[in-house]
T-cell receptor, first 115, second 113 residues
Framework: DVKVTQSSRYLVKRTGEKVFLECVQD?????MFWYRQDPGLGLRLIYF???????EKGDIPEGYSVSREKKERFSLILESASTNQTSMYLC??????????????FGDGTRLSIL | GQQLNQSPQSMFIQEGEDVSMNCTSS?????WLWYKQDPGEGPVLLIA?????ELTSNGRLTAQFGITRKDSFLNISASIPSDVGIYFC?????????????FGKGITLSVRP
């Protein structure tokens, strides 16, 4: 079974802090993704990576950055946290197949509150 | 970004009933996925569809990839209380690095005992 592990289930931080959310997958997947999920807005893609040290902006990258130094780990960084970044953050991973990528598998999420 | 259309936002059914959910898009996709999310958890993959017209079952769940490649449906038969949750559809038209999923906003299913 695919295992995508997010380092924290709940996190509370203060405005202006630098926040790191960590995600690790154990299936040697090439692709990793960060989403945020808000009521009424669904899942929105922040950043994704299809290889080590590679990153691509998603739909809402502003205020975030990412790091992929190792294949199994994908970190989301809030450079200076703001209250509008309070949300549920979900990490996902997938691998390449001949014609497309495999379905994405998700972690359990990190519920982040910025005070 | 683009989103898929899922409606209604919420559905309420009686235990034992069947329920069907539809997902539509203005764009064609090569892959359709259905996920379920329990409260406080991440989405879990239920069914993946890769071919237009494909009909796939997973226990009491059945999903179909529409012939036009612009829609999919998920059917749950003989619902039970643990079917409660949010059901998301997702579509993908990926070539190489363009591998993003497009999600619906989800349907919250409630099952009355």
């Amino acid at each position: 079974d695919v295992k995508v592990t997010q380092s924290s289930r709940y996190l509370v931080k203060r405005t202006g802090e630098k926040v790191f959310l960590e995600c690790v997958q154990d299936m040697d997947h090439e692709n990793m993704f960060w989403y945020r999920q808000d009521p009424g807005l669904g899942l929105r893609l922040i950043y994704f990576s299809y290889d080590v040290k590679m990153k691509e902006k998603g739909d809402i990258p502003e205020g975030y950055s990412v790091s992929r130094e190792k294949k199994e780990r994908f970190s989301l960084i809030l450079e200076s946290a703001s209250t509008n970044q309070t949300s549920m953050y979900l990490c996902a991973s997938s691998f390449w197949r001949i014609y497309n990528q495999s379905p994405q598998h998700f972690g359990d999420g990190t519920r982040l509150s910025i005070l | 970004g683009q989103q898929l259309n899922q409606s209604p936002q919420s559905m309420f059914i009686q235990e034992g009933e069947d329920v069907s959910m539809n997902c539509t898009s203005s764009s064609i996709f090569n892959t359709w996925l259905w996920y379920k999310q329990d409260p406080g958890e991440g989405p879990v993959l239920l069914i993946a569809l890769y071919k237009a017209g494909e009909l796939t079952s997973n226990g009491r769940l059945t999903a179909q990839f529409g012939i036009t490649r612009k829609d999919s449906f998920l059917n749950i038969s003989a619902s039970i209380p643990s079917d409660v949750g949010i059901y998301f559809c997702a579509g993908q038209f990926s070539t190489g690095a363009n591998s993003k999923l497009t999600f619906g906003k989800g349907i919250t299913l409630s099952v009355r005992p």
